[in-house]
């Protein structure tokens, strides 16, 4: 286990992770919401109960980097994290794909790669260990134009960690291997949101590379 005794875990990101926490300031199990996060505390748990680590949820549903940007004072600096991941750039893509906001709300990639660069460089002189997680769609057509962008905006987040020193999770081939046995809506119905069987798939993931 690479995560010290004791420590502060913080997992940020968007309705990947939030999935459903709730937003009471005041520690407990409930604050985690029933996604991955869950899973890997639940983990920990059962597995590191000695180690004592605490983990906090601050995803947000709905989340680019730029909101992410606007609240890292008070969802990560202010909480003095040990340890953080970050899982953000599925809203950066999807809103580009789907349209939901005019050109000019776009997070485009080289603000998203230099947004996210600057959120990590502030923040990981502090800490005692990073994750950097990709984002990702369920899909496994690499000529699919969301699955286009999604890869481009995924090799940013490995580019970043390198030059960090992060643990990279690339969440996208964890993905792409479990949909050679099972389709994709085995996982989700849109292809982002995922039931418990991803999240647990997303979990196991995380869990090896912190292992």
């Given amino acids: 286990m690479k995560i010290q ?3 502060k875990f913080v997992m940020i990101g968007d309705s990947i992770t939030d999935c459903g926490r709730n937003y009471d300031p005041s520690y407990s199990e409930e604050i985690l919401g029933d996604g991955y996060v869950r899973f890997v505390f639940d983990h920990l748990q059962s597995t590191y109960l000695e180690l004592e680590i605490e983990i906090v949820n601050k995803g947000v549903s709905g989340d680019t980097v730029r909101n992410l940007k606007k ?10 994290p040990d340890w953080l991941s970050i899982m953000i750039g599925i809203n ?10 005019p050109a000019d709300h776009w ?15 502030i923040v990981a002189p502090s800490l005692k260990g990073l994750i950097l997680m990709t984002p ?15 890869d481009r905006y995924g090799d940013v987040v490995r580019e970043i ?34 039931n ?16």
Avoid: C
């Fill in 161 to 194: 960690a390198k030059k960090y020193g992060a643990i990279f999770v690339d969440t996208q081939t964890v993905f792409d291997e479990a949909l050679k046995e099972m389709d994709a809506q085995e996982l989700s119905d849109d292809r982002i949101h995922m």
């Fill in 5 to 7: 005794p004791q420590s």
């Fill in 92 to 101: 950066d893509v999807w809103q580009q794909v789907n349209d939901w906001l």
């Fill in 196 to 211: 418990a069987k991803g999240h647990r798939i997303l979990a196991e993931a995380f869990i090896k590379a912190i292992e």
């Fill in 136 to 150: 990702y769609v369920l899909e496994l057509d690499k000529m699919d134009e969301m699955r286009m962008k999604m």
């Fill in 71 to 80: 609240r890292w004072q008070r969802d990560v600096l202010n909480l003095n």
């Fill in 107 to 121: 997070v485009l990639i080289e603000e998203y790669e230099q947004t996210l660069d600057e959120l990590v460089a």
